[in-house]
């Protein structure tokens, strides 16, 4: 199992607003190859609520509520896809590791649920993750 970030998620999804560099052109099609896995359900992944929260408030914003549900409806349904909760101490745990290794809360909360579940793959495209050892970033882009 690995954990897929939000990242991953907005830019298989979000329309762009510009021409695509180079770059951003091939990390958008990294991102479609591994939901299209995820979508026919070639691999397993986790995910948390606030992760996904993140995901469904910036397609909302964005795109419309009914893109937000249908993406929601869409992950929920997913057999493949584990949706970790969050408590309080959960992030009690990330404002440490958040501070330690100079990340967001939420990819110090990502970190600590990895943890939690033993998995140290993830899917991303945020670089800050690299300041977190013992993590293995995927997709090398």
């Not at 607003?17 to 190859?33: F, Q």
């Not at 299209?36 to 509520?65: C, F, M, P, Q, W």
Request: hydrophobic share 45%; net charge positive.
């Amino acid at each position: 199992m690995r954990f897929i970030d939000s990242s991953v998620f907005l830019h298989a999804f979000l329309k762009p607003r510009r021409r695509l560099s180079p770059r951003e052109a091939t990390i958008k099609a990294e991102a479609k190859r591994i939901i299209k896995r995820i979508d026919e359900e070639e691999e397993n992944v986790a995910t948390t609520v606030v992760h996904l929260s993140e995901v469904v408030n910036i397609i909302e914003a964005r795109h419309g509520l009914q893109k937000s549900l249908s993406f929601l409806a869409r992950i929920l349904k997913l057999e493949n896809v584990e949706v970790l909760g969050v408590t309080a101490r959960d992030y009690e745990k990330a404002l440490i590791f958040s501070e330690k290794y100079y990340v967001s809360i939420n990819d110090a909360l990502a970190y600590v649920k990895m943890v939690g579940s033993g998995v140290n793959e993830i899917y991303t495209f945020d670089r800050h993750f690299k300041n977190i050892p013992g993590i293995i970033i995927l997709p090398k882009v």
